[in-house]
């Protein structure tokens, strides 16, 4: 986030009137609201258990060069084996045409080995398709040993299940509008959609192999997607875009609630219309960091302020002032019911707007904080109980939870529409991509009710977030009630 050279925030913002709907914003439509069981992902049940390979999994018949006994080859092979039967059974059923298995699979190690293929040489941390000589490699050595460390055994399953997206791509070609000349971000999201729609698959018990819990586990594979995302200020026309973290979330998600038919019509002025890719402003000279100060707090209060006429209107204070009852419980933020006050726990909230440290999560290890939009949405989550509480709903459970990212996310559509302008903030890039993090987190004050408890399915909070940013705060109560 960043404010405007005046000392005030230049920004898109549209005003709504209590909970009604942002209607001024150009924001793309994703369907008509429907209520949501806040016990189940998209129709199954939110279960909790070792997501993996099945104690009881066959031994996969699939060939693959270099391969060990190693559990990432285990997990890759059994992904394999897996793909070939799910594709050999979507293909025919949804597009009328047979699956040929991928030709050539390559496991390798990045520090020693160098394997040629049509794609070249074979050396570096990575997993591709190679589509001029039908391969699918990846690097045990390097790559997924470290994202099997940071999110566990499902690391290399999203990274297969969406390498195979890359293979299903080029054999659905006009089917899926795929030509030499189409952008990278269309294949890539396209893939990840694909690899939503194998996901729902193994969910629903077909897999031979695998066990993918709708709690922990679809939260370690949105981990994943989270984990290879673009880097702040890229853009969605520059060659090797993947798009940001809630790019490749939002397309996971509809694949695996809408089908690969939804993923085959996937086109850049689709992406282009929903993406928050976008290059750093010139006014944002802290390249997206705006620390936790009076100031700024004020700015954010007066942009929440707008976004939603006034409604609610909390007061924010530091917990350091005495002028509200309620306890933080050690939160970031917390919101004092009746009081119409947001109380804030400015040393945790500074921790957590700390940069993210890229090059150190690449290499596995933590970053130091969850950049400021983290802390900054902490804050909106705390401030939209208020405009709940001004419109009689409930404010404690997980509907409350998933209502409260809606509004969170409404609130981040509404500051990050660039053709309209009022007093308030302006997102930096990156930022959707920090508050996707700090959902993806076991206690996400972003998706949370008026106790802290978090709604108990990442896969749900970022629907919530990202339904709130699309559609606008109408849909949140539509939906979350």
Known sequence: MFPAHNGRATVAVCTALALATITGCDQATEGQAMPVDVTKVSG???THFESGIKPDAPTPDVTVENATSEQVDTLAIATIADLNEYWGETLPAEFGMEFDPVSRLVSYDSRTDDVQTPCGTLNQPNAFFCERGDVVAWDRGVLLPGMMAKYGPLAPVTVMAHEYGHAVQHRLGDKAGITDATASIVKELQADCLTGTY?????ADNSEYLRVSTAEGLNATLSSLYFVRDAPGTLHGEQGAHGTSFDRAYAFQEGFERGPKTCAGYDK???EDRTTQQAFSDQD??????????DNVRLVKESLDAAFDGTGGAEIVAASTGTA????GGRAAAYCAGERTVVLNVSELTRIARPLDIA?????????GKGDFAAWASIASRYVLSVQEADDLPLDGPLTGLRTACLVGSWAG???????VDKVIRLSPGDVDEAVLEMLQPESLIASDVNGASAPSGFLRIEAFRVGYTNGPDTCTGRYS
């Open 285 to 294: 000279t802290n390249q997206g960091d705006l620390p936790v100060t009076d």
């Open 414 to 420: 509404a500051a990050n529409q660039p053709r309209q």
């Open 325 to 328: 009852s309620c306890d933080d």
């Open 269 to 271: 002025a689709l992406l």
């Open 44 to 46: 199954f049940e939110v």
């Open 360 to 368: 150190a999560e690449r290499q596995g290890q933590g970053s130091p």
């Open 199 to 203: 996901f729902r698959w193994v969910i």
